[in-house]
């Protein structure tokens, strides 16, 4: 079968909101592996396509490995079939392909390759860090996580030919004129664009080809993402940007201090609406009052009516 055919509704569900759930832990630090299986199917059951457990909204490196293999395998058994899976893989090249295989083990669809986090990172070691990893599992699709702007279309083009399972980047660099550059050096048909800084960019990098985009808050408040990535879908800016007004202030606080919030404020207002405890682990840590008290504002009436 065709490479193409063969990833054809992968790429398809990709371009739409891609889920990154949190981890959830109980009182003892541990995951809490049905509340889990609870935000998944509550995320799902809105209309989502795409799961990503082991994201970084899910703490991806503050979790040891057989608590990624867990979450993993919880997001597949709530899943049920009815969302791609796409799991979060990194740290060395050994490491991210056991991973992998155990992602495709396991029922996932995909894996995201999170970008690498060695200080000294080659053009050459980067496309072979990732083809490395593609080739261990060709019959999984294969997201990249692109947050380093010295990161090239020349390189993904490079990484493409040589592993043709490589269908989807997740384009994380703030800045909508290089991910249009890189877009269209790579090929802007050859990959699935995702928007990888969630909701306030994704209006930006639809503009520019992007067809999907990442999501944290999709958590607290599916319908309201799943809106607005319709609007875009159909090219109604205006529409988009009305959502966008009611997301900002929510989003702006998980942004604010280098995202140092990004997981807590997450967790703080799922912990608000009854449906996880509000911890995170370190270097994330939980909200002060004055903190908590700022994310009750932007959930009501922003995000959700009482």
């Keep these: 079968m065709p490479v193409t055919s063969r990833f054809d509704e992968r790429k398809r569900r990709l371009s739409g909101v891609v889920a990154i759930p949190v981890t959830p832990f109980d009182a003892d630090g541990a995951v809490a592996s049905e509340t889990y299986g609870h935000l998944v199917d509550r995320v799902i059951s809105a209309g989502i396509d795409v799961v990503t457990p082991n994201g970084n909204t899910g703490e991806f490196y503050a979790l040891d490995e057989a608590e990624a293999r867990h979450c993993l395998e919880?997001?597949?058994?709530?899943?049920?079939?009815?969302?791609?899976?796409?799991?979060?893989?990194?740290?060395?090249?050994?490491?991210?392909?056991?991973?992998?295989?155990?992602?495709?083990?396991?029922?996932?669809?995909?894996?995201?390759?999170h970008q690498p986090v060695h200080p000294y990172v080659s053009a050459e070691g980067w496309v072979e860090y990732h083809r490395a990893i593609a080739a261990a599992v060709p019959e999984l699709g294969v997201v990249l996580y692109v947050r380093d702007a010295r990161v090239t279309g020349e390189q993904l083009a490079r990484l493409a030919d040589a592993a043709a399972n490589v269908i989807g980047v997740k384009y994380a660099v703030p800045d909508p004129v290089r991910f249009a550059s890189v877009a269209r050096d790579a090929g802007i048909d050859r990959f699935v664009w995702i928007a990888g800084l969630a909701e306030l960019s994704a209006p930006g990098c639809f503009a520019v080809g992007a067809t999907g985009f990442t999501s944290g808050l999709v958590n607290v408040a599916p319908s309201l993402s799943l809106e607005m990535f319709r609007a875009l879908r159909d090219g109604d800016f205006a529409a988009a940007m009305t959502i966008w007004e009611r997301i900002r202030p929510f989003e702006e606080l998980r942004a604010a201090d280098g995202n140092a919030h990004n997981v807590s404020v997450v967790k703080e207002a799922l912990a608000q609406l009854g449906l996880c405890r509000a911890d995170a682990r370190p270097p994330s840590r939980p909200l002060t009052g004055a903190e908590r008290e700022r994310v009750t504002a932007a959930v009501w009436p922003g995000l959700l009516a009482r």
């Design 74 to 113: 919880v997001t597949v058994k709530a899943a049920a079939g009815r969302a791609s899976v796409v799991a979060g893989v990194g740290h060395d090249v050994r490491t991210a392909i056991g991973a992998a295989r155990h992602a495709g083990e396991a029922g996932a669809d995909l894996v995201m390759i």
